[in-house]
């Protein structure tokens, strides 16, 4: 084979590494529960804080006790706050932009 038969060849597979990524993605959205990833209490000084990883991929920081979101994370990225978010929002199961 020469160079550009491999690189050909590289490429489709790459192509294809990504339609399979896609599709493992769309249906692992479709798949997964309403429960989420990890969930645990997390304290800071005489406050109790809700930690929770949900698909896909969201760190969401809620208030116990009023079950406002503090802080929402962008997917993907769990110390990156989320674009647009305003803290004092009630929970919903849907990460922000999915809804």
């Known amino acids: ?11 489709a597979a790459t192509a294809q590494a990504g339609r399979t990524l896609q599709r ?13 990833l990890f969930q645990k209490s997390m304290r800071m000084g005489s406050r109790s804080y809700l930690v929770r990883l949900v698909w896909p991929g ?21 110390a990156q706050l989320a674009n647009g978010f305003a803290p004092g929002a009630p929970f919903i199961e849907k990460p922000m932009g999915e809804r």
Request: charged fraction near 15%; charge should be negative.
């Open 24 to 36: 493992a993605a769309t249906f692992a959205g479709l798949h997964a529960t309403g429960k989420p």
């Open 1 to 11: 084979m020469h160079q550009s038969a491999i690189e050909a060849a590289r490429e």
């Open 58 to 78: 969201v760190l969401v920081v809620c208030d116990p006790a009023t079950g406002e979101v503090l802080a929402q994370s962008v997917p993907g990225n769990p």
